[in-house]
Structures are given as C-alpha cells and as structure tokens.
C-alpha cells in the first residue's frame, strides 16, 4: 500500500497549496533571516509555483544539491557556527523550501508539510506576541488545507472551510492538553549559546551612549502589580547592575558579589508589596525597586543591594517582592569595596579629577562634597538630551566643559568619578526609573525607555544614599520620566511623542491585552499549573494527578466525538416518528412489521393479535397511510392527534 | 492474501480474519458498516506526524515555549480529529447490492457494488481494492449512493466469488487508514479462456440433421416472427419494431445453403487434456457466435442444441465452464 503512496505524483494543485502553507510559516521568519536567506527562499517558492503552472521544469537533483550546498556555506559565513538556534533556523528555513522543490510525490508533499509544523514553531524562538500566535495559526490553518487538498480534491474555499473546521474541533483538545499536560520547569538538556540573544536590556557594563541606544525600544522591561498604593515617581528605582569599576571610559560590574538569602540590610519603614513579572533577558538580576525583600527560594541577595535570581530569566518570570524605599543600606561596608569605589585610573579625566579634588579642599565632610559637586553640577548648566554629540577620550571632561551635552550615562558617570576624586566613595548603579501606568489593567509598565542610570555614593555615618545628578540638571525626568524631561521630541522614538497621544493610548490598551497574554498563555507554568488546580479543588503539584486528569478528559472527549457519529440521525419527520413509536411498542408486545408490509396490513395483522385494541390501531394505520400519502401535509392538529391516540394505546 | 505456505500463520490469518475482522465467507447485502468492523490505523505519514509532534513537544519543554506547547498540542488535537473524521467517513456506509459479471478465465470479472450513504455528511475519498485486482476511487454525497466497479481476477474457470473486498479511506488528513473488509455474497461464472490463437472450426454437420432451428442461417431473409429472448440484437428488425407497435420482430433467414456446425468433445484430437478441449470449443464458440452461425455443443455430460444468440452463447459457455465442477456448485 506504500508502495502506491510514494509513486503518487504532486499535481500542480498541490504545489500551490504547499507554496502558501511554507509562505505564510515563513513571512515572520523574513525579519530574523539574512536578507539574502529571505530573498533566496522567496525565488525558491516562486521557482514552484511557475513549475507547477508549467512554464518551467522543476530543477533536477544536481541543481538542488548546488542550492543547498550554497545555503550551508551562506549560513556559515553569515553566523561562523551552524549549532544554534539562527543558523539551525536559518536552515530549517532553506530546506523546508528546497523540499518544496524537491517534491515530486504525496509523499514528499506531506513531508513538506511536516517541516512547515517544524518552523512554525521555531518561530516562537524569536518571540511569543499574539501577532506571531496569530500568523502561525493561518500557517497551521493553511498547512492542514495541504493535508487535505492532497486527500481531497475541492475547491480551496471548501478546503479551507473544513480545514477551519478541524481545527475548530482540535481546540478542546488544545485547551485540555495546554491546562493539564503537566508543565516542567527549565530546560532539559544545553542550549545553544544563542539561544536567548536578541534579548534586549541592560548590561553589565556601561560606556557613553549605551544607554540611550536602550531607550530607543519600546519594548516593555517588566511589569508591577502593587498591592495598594503605587509609590511616587521619585521612589521608583528599581536597580539593576551595579557599576563600580572604571577604567576611564566604561564602567563595569565588580566581577564579584557575594549573595546571601537574607538581606544585609534591615527593613524598616514604609513598604511596598507588589507582583514583578519581568521579561526574559538571559541574565540574573531582578530589577527589584530599591531596597528589596523577597522571600523566594529562587531569589538571592547579592552585597551591592540587589536581588537576583538563582537562574537566568530566560522565560517570564513572577516574583512577590516587597520595597522599603526608606531601609538604611550599607553602613557597615568592607574596605575593599569601599578602596575600590575610590579608585581612578590615573590620567584619566584630568579636569573632573581637578573639580574633585578642589571640592575635597574646601570642604572635609562627605556630604557637604556631594552637595558641592551637586550645586557645581547645576550651574554647569548642562543640557539633558538623547543625542549629545560625540565624546572622545576624557569623556567625563568633555561632557562637563565642552560640549555640556549629556544624557543620563554621562551625568552619572561624570558624578562618579568627581565624587572618587573628592574622596568620596562613589558607584554607578544602572537599572530602570520611573514607569507608567496602564489605566487599562492598573498596572505600572517599565520600558527599555524608562532605563536610566543613578549614582551612590557612600557616607561614613549613614552608609549608601542615592544621588541622581541627572535630577540636578533636569528635575522633570525623574517626576514626569523621560518624556517631559526631553527638549528634542522629534528624535524620540515615534511611540513616545507627545503629539502621537492616541497612538500611545492605543498602546497602552494594546498592552493591557498582551499582558493577559503574558500572565495567561505565555506565563502558564508549573506554578501557575499547580495554582489554577487548587483552585479547582485538585491537590495539585502531583504530576500524575495532572496525567490522569488529562487523559480522562481527552479520552472524553474523544468518546464524545465518536459517540455523536455512532448516533444514528433518526431519518424522517414527526409523523414517521409517531408511527416508529407505534411498530416500536407492537414490536415489543411481539408483533413485528416486517419491511415489506405497509401500514394497512400490518394494522390489520395487529389488529387480528390484539383484538382488545383492533380499532385503535385500525384507526392508526389508516390515518398513518392517509396523513402520509395523501394530498396535503399533515396539520399540526393532526399529528397531535395521531400522537395522543398512539400514546393512549393500552398494550401490554 | 495469507501466505499459503505457512499453516500457522495461515491459521492466526483466519483467525484474525474471524475474530478481529469479523469476515464471513459471503454476507447477505444490504450491509451496513457498523463500527465493530471498522479498523483504524495511523498510516506511515501519521507515524511521521507523532514523531515530529514527539519533537516539537521536547523543544517546547527545553526551550519552555508556551506557544510551541499550544501548537504542539493543537496538532495533537488535529491528530485526534483526524482519527475520528477517518472513523466517521465509513461508519454506517451501506452496501446495497454486488454484482459480478462473467468473464473468461484469465480476464478480469467486473464487480458492481451499490454504496449507499445514509447520513447527512458527504463520504471522501474512499477506495475499494480487490486484493490482486483493482482499485477504484469514489466519493458519496449526503445520503447519495453510487455505483463502483472493480475489477476481480480470475485463475480458473468454474464459479468465482467476489471474495474479500477492503474498503478503506484516508481523509481528511491522509494521517489515519480506516478499512472494513467486505465480502459481499456475488459470484459468477468464469469461462475458459478462449484459445488463442484461435483454430478453424473442425466439426461441421449437414443441414438435415437439426429438426428446426437448424434451417436458420443468414443468407437470404426469409421474414419476420417475434422476438424472443435469446435472439441475436442484431437481427432484430429495429425499424420496422419502431414502425409497427411495441412488439420487438426478430429476421428470419433462410440457411438452407449454410453450414450448421457441431462443436464435438469427442472429435477434437485425443492429445488434448480436458482444459484444452474446454479453451478450444469455447474459442469456437465465440467465433461462430460472433460469425452469426447457428451452432450445437455435444459435452461428455450434456448436449445442446443448435443455436444462435447471446442466450444460446452464454448457456454453451456456462456449461464449459462448470464442466467436470458439478459437485463444487456452493
């Protein structure tokens, strides 16, 4: 029987089906893909569609290899590796379209269509958004109709419509499975080391424009649920890597903290309970708000205040924290840290190095320093913007007395090193300010806009205080974030201007429906899993609970399924229904209709065994034949009737 | 079908044949396909299918991809449906009728079946083989019914039944084979084959010797008598049928010069064995009927008559074919 199935030739009719089903799969691959990649799959495909209407002949095996072979060195030089997931995807993509090509048979065709299943979901490697969802559905949609056009010759509106149909009668099935197939956590085996790049965020270092390339997205960092009060913009820290090494140009992280699983500080004050649901970007830090007390065994606290994650965040991730903006951190710091938060290159920023130095003199108290290098800054009068001119080697001296034009990296960073120069142990600390809320959902949304860069500095008495010298220059960033703190709209990013308020409106809504999306489709884990069955009354947590719960409700409903063919639609109308009634409960008193006897002889035969009721069943039968051949439909009355004397009839 | 050689497997064949199959030696018709005897199977595709899902659910486990689960488990779902929609392209088909038509040995015999489709869903793509023989391919609309034919090889002369029937299908997806066997109670007559290449008649006979159908050949028209069934269609004056009344007349000729012929088993040369003889007097049948010649058959069991017509055809083929097979007559 396979033998037969392999010869089966491809007819053009099914060329045209499998080149639309790899087309759309691979239309949200064309941002991913090299563009010489995209561009080569497309001509593959059209080299099939103008095949099958015969104008040109299918290329022959030698021809296919030379392709492919060009693929893999193409991939290979684009990437310099093929174990990953670009180049593994980058090829999936080629060869789902050389065995389009390639297809001659059925068979082929199917296996085709397999690989189409293979990249749509691979697509979900680059992201997860509702639009990817709804483009892999049309691919699914399309790559069933190829499964049944090469099944069933129709035209595409009627094959379209049943392929519509059984994924309609798929989605129970889905939604069983999605709910109860028991989820495990993390990764199984390695990934490929690329695995999660094109994850934007902050990193762990921090040169001159890094962070201004970062507010360029609008991609959303995380999300926060506070339970209650939402904290003032100026509380709104929320702390990422700490930078306390400088090597004249870049600052970076210190290599090294120590994590304990207790905060080393005390909290007090006013707290903060909130949900921070945070988006994957590969690395450990959490993005708490200043000062974080978490109590979750996959948190830690690292020595420079932050809270991490035992793991990477390589997927979206649910945390209940809590903040006290007003906890008093660091006061007993080790000296190491503290040398190494002093430490200046020599030579380099030799003017900022002077301004330190000449603050140091006149004042001996830390603080009064700060609040010097603070008022020196504010009369520098420098100007707050996204696109400061180019600095050179001393950038610090540079932004400071020359070009006076900065953005938040180069305040932080200059303040920095005056405050090291003043003797004053000082660190830039990198993460998000400020936020927005969703007046949809309730919720505050930080963006890769919102990043922003904040210096500490440490004072012997009173240990780590929080010292914004961009608030100096530009107070409205931190209270109004950064939209009202910039003068040049027009190189914001189109989504942040002002002018596009109804675009951004539409955003925010649009966001409240993709973080739904988040917490519910994307978000469902174990977690949640365990969680959403509790609540229904399961002991969850036990995954053969869960295996249970899910075949029975799969092999319900697919018993259900058979169960409604295996009906046998009773054929006929109403009447043919009463008299079915009628033979039914003859049949039981023992006397059977046979097929070829009509109404009227059975009647009579019937009549003759149950002489008791010899004109009541006279009378059926014969109003049976009348209401049935005669000229007019039976009236309502009639069959009412009808029923009522069938109904009465006495049989035992 | 089972492998002759081997009686074990050829009794687990039966077995399963019986048991699991549910396959009678021929059942009554009209039939209807219930669903203890339809069989369900993923089809080499469908195995592909569940490894590539296999695949897929793994990468959405290592790379925790929500969505690579709910596509994973759609195509499950898909997979599902498919089973069922497989299952319910056959359930409840109705076989209404099996005819099987004569043919000569070594020709195929053409089988007619009657499908009838009782339900208000269309029935796609079904295809019902002969084993050996032919496949056809139909499609049946809500509650329609259709006609299909196939071909049933043939080995030996005497009866042939139209023995074991698989009517299988694999829509929508081509992921699931359903199949039912049918054995639909037919059967027909299988002649011998005619020999080839055919020999020039050997036996003639004279004109007297036949009382009185033997004075009818086709040299000069003699007139018009009634038709009876059995006459040649081609003598069967059709214009003037048309012309006079509903009455069918039949042309006479007058043979008297003609030959009338004998086809004798016990003239043909002894060296011929029994199958020989049978291939040979069938061939000389088939030519002289085609030749329009009047002609009688004398068997070691029975003789017939001098005849004409594809009634008279068909009984001197018959008795060819069943010669020597009396006892087997089922």
Same mark, same amino acid.
């Given at each position: ?30 941002? @991913?893909?090299?563009?010489?990649? #995209? ?14 209407? $015969? ?108 392929? #519509?149909?059984?994924? /309609? ?8 499975? /999605? ?21 934007? $965020? ?53 290599? /090294? ?247 951004? #409106? ?38 053969? @609970? ?33 008299? @079915? ?66 109904? @009465?009839?006495?049989?035992? | ?330």
């Amino acid at each position: 029987m396979s033998a037969a199935e392999v010869g089966t030739p491809l007819r053009p009719w099914h060329g045209h089906w499998l080149a639309a089903c790899i087309a759309v799969t691979l239309l949200p691959y064309i941002e @991913h893909l090299p563009a010489w990649l #995209s561009v080569s799959c497309a001509m593959l495909l059209i080299w099939r569609v103008i095949a099958d209407r $015969g104008l040109t002949p299918l290329p022959g095996r030698a021809m296919l290899l030379v392709v492919a072979a060009a693929i893999v060195a193409g991939t290979t030089i684009q990437y310099h590796y093929l174990f990953g997931k670009d180049p593994g995807l980058s090829l999936l993509a080629g060869f789902a379209c050389l065995k389009l090509l390639e297809a001659r048979s059925l068979r082929d065709g199917r296996a085709a269509v397999l690989l189409g299943f293979f990249l749509q979901m691979g697509q979900f490697l680059n992201g997860q958004e509702i639009s990817v969802a709804a483009f892999t559905l049309c691919g699914t949609l399309l790559a069933v109709g190829a499964l049944l056009a090469m099944e069933w010759e129709a035209p595409w509106q009627t094959v379209i419509a049943s392929a #519509s149909r059984l994924l /309609f009668m798929a989605a129970p099935f889905m939604l069983a499975l /999605f709910v109860l197939f028991p989820r495990i956590p993390g990764p199984l085996w390695g990934l490929p080391a690329d695995a999660f790049s094109g994850l934007t $965020g902050l990193s762990e270092t921090m040169s001159p424009g890094s962070i201004s390339r970062l507010i360029q997205s609008g991609k959303i960092a995380f999300r926060a649920e506070f339970d209650g009060e939402i904290p003032p913009p100026r509380d709104r820290y929320w702390r990422g890597p700490v930078l306390s090494v400088f090597d004249g140009r870049r600052w970076e992280t210190a290599g /090294f903290t120590t994590l304990s699983s207790s905060p080393p500080y005390e909290v007090t004050g006013k707290a903060y309970r909130y949900r921070l649901t945070i988006e994957p970007h590969n690395q450990h830090w959490l993005l708490a708000m200043d000062f974080p007390a978490a109590d979750d065994p996959r948190t830690r606290y690292s020595s420079d205040l932050r809270l991490v994650s035992v793991a990477p965040l390589r997927n979206r991730q649910r945390y209940d924290l809590a903040a006290y903006p007003a906890a008093r951190v660091g006061q007993r710091e080790f000296t190491h840290v503290i040398r190494r938060n002093l430490h200046l290159p020599a030579g380099s920023n030799p003017r900022t190095t002077a301004l330190g130095r000449q603050v140091a003199e006149r004042y001996t108290e830390p603080r009064r320093r700060i609040d010097a290098l603070l008022e020196t800054f504010r009369d520098l009068r420098l100007e707050y913007t996204l696109t400061p001119r180019a600095l050179g080697l001393h950038s610090a001296d540079e932004f400071l007395f020359d070009t006076r034009q900065g953005f938040c990296e180069h305040f932080s960073s200059a303040f920095a090193i005056a405050a090291r120069a003043a003797d004053v142990p000082a660190r830039v600390v990198t993460g998000y300010q400020g936020g927005e809320i969703n007046p949809h959902d309730g919720s505050l949304v930080v963006r890769q806009s919102d990043a922003h860069a904040w210096v500490e500095v440490w004072l012997p008495e009173s240990g780590w205080q929080r010292v914004d010298p961009t608030a100096t220059s530009n107070p409205t960033r931190i209270d109004n974030g950064i939209l009202g703190a910039l003068p040049d709209i027009e190189s914001l990013p189109l989504f942040m201007q002002p002018r596009m308020a109804w675009l951004r #409106s539409l955003q925010l809504r649009w966001d409240a429906v993709a973080n739904g999306w988040n917490q519910w489709v994307l978000g469902y884990n174990d977690e949640r899993q365990r969680s959403l069955l509790r609540g229904f009354g399961f002991d969850g947590g036990d995954y053969r @609970h869960l295996a249970a719960a899910m075949v029975a409700l799969v092999g319900t409903l697919m018993l259900g399924f058979v169960a409604w063919s295996l009906r046998r639609r009773r054929r006929g109308d109403a009447l043919d229904r009463h008299w @079915h009634r009628f033979c039914a409960r003859l049949s039981r008193a023992g006397t059977r209709r046979a097929d070829w006897q009509g109404p009227l002889d059975f009647a009579e035969l019937a009549a003759g065994r149950h002489p008791s009721l010899a004109d009541d069943i006279r009378w059926i039968g014969g109003r049976y034949a009348e209401l049935r051949y005669g000229r007019s439909p039976p009236s309502r009355q009639d069959l009412a009737d009808l029923e009522d004397r069938i109904k @009465h009839l006495d049989i035992r | 079908m089972t492998a002759a050689g081997n009686p074990i497997r050829q009794r687990l064949g039966g077995l399963l044949d019986r048991r699991l199959f549910l396959v009678r030696r021929s059942e009554p018709l009209p039939a209807r396909l219930g669903h203890r005897r339809i069989f369900v199977l993923p089809t080499a595709t469908g195995v592909a299918f569940g490894l590539t899902l296999l695949t897929m659910l793994l990468a959405s486990m290592n790379y925790v991809l929500s969505l690579g689960y709910a596509l994973t488990f759609l195509l499950v779902g898909v997979g599902l449906v498919s089973l069922h929609q497989t299952f319910r392209n056959l359930i409840h088909l109705e076989l209404l009728s099996a005819q099987l038509e004569p043919a000569h040995c070594g020709q195929p015999a053409m089988l007619r079946l009657r499908f009838r489709n009782p339900s208000d869903h269309p029935r796609i793509g079904l295809r019902l083989r002969r084993a050996g023989g032919g496949e056809a391919r139909f499609t049946l609309d809500p509650c329609g019914d259709t006609s299909v034919v196939v071909a049933v090889p043939t080995s030996r002369r005497g009866w042939l039944e139209s023995g074991r029937l698989v009517l299988e299908t694999r829509y929508p997806l081509g992921l699931v084979r359903g199949w039912s066997i049918l054995t639909p109670e037919a059967r027909c007559v299988v002649y011998p084959a005619a020999e080839d290449p055919p020999r020039a008649f050997a036996t003639t006979i004279a004109a007297g010797q036949s009382e009185h159908a033997g004075k009818l050949g086709e040299d000069d028209f003699a007139g018009l008598r009634e038709y009876h069934p059995g006459d040649a269609l081609r003598r069967v004056a059709w214009k003037l049928s048309a012309r006079w009344d509903d009455q069918l007349y039949t042309k006479q000729f007058d043979g008297g010069n003609s030959e009338q012929l004998e086809f004798d088993w016990f003239r043909l040369p002894p060296e011929l064995d029994t199958e020989a003889r049978l291939s040979r007097l069938a061939s000389w049948v088939l030519q002289a009927d085609a030749a329009g010649l009047g002609y009688a058959l004398r068997l070691p069991d029975q003789v017939i008559d001098v005849g004409v017509g594809p009634g008279h055809r068909q009984r001197c083929l018959r008795a060819l074919a069943l010669y020597g097979l009396a006892d087997e007559r089922g």
